[in-house]
């Protein structure tokens, strides 16, 4: 996330990575915590209300709303400029806070690696930014890895079809609705 960018709701979420670090002889372990180094969600396209997308907005979402469209978020992390060189990662986890739901009512959140880089533009969606805002240059949208350039060659993202567990070699994680 860039300095200036208010958090988001997923506040909570952190990378933990626990660290083997050999030096001199010696293994020490360590634990850090990584925020995303950008995100975004993606708001199922209709052609009535154009490209949509939230990459400043203070919330994430991921699921199905009341109208039946889907919305997926996307996060990257910089591990390589986090991760001291030489290290060795043992384990990791990710921790994310649901704040809204349509009946409150728990959901699961599948974590698929994506295939190809995205972007996060500027724009900020209004209000509770559920509806999203329209698409600024190089936002990641449900067609477009880069607004309004580069397409996904499937829209809604491409990932990998297997769920995956967080590694060090995940950099861009997608999180689609538990009904995808």
Known sequence: MKAAQ?????TALLLALALACIGSGLADAAMISINPSKDNTLYQYNPNEGDL???LGFHFFTGTILMGESRRGVLAFDIAGNVPPG???TGVSLSMNM????DG??????LHKLLADWGEGTSRAPGEEGSGAPATPNDATWRHRFYDTIFWTTQGGDFSARRTAHSAETRFLYLPSECD
Do not use: D, Q
Not at 6 to 10: E, Q
């Open 6 to 10: 208010p958090l988001k709701s997923y």
């Open 87 to 89: 290290s060795t990662i």
């Open 105 to 110: 009512t728990a959901r699961t959140t599948e």
């Open 53 to 55: 997308s939230n990459a």
């Open 99 to 102: 704040s809204k739901t349509i």
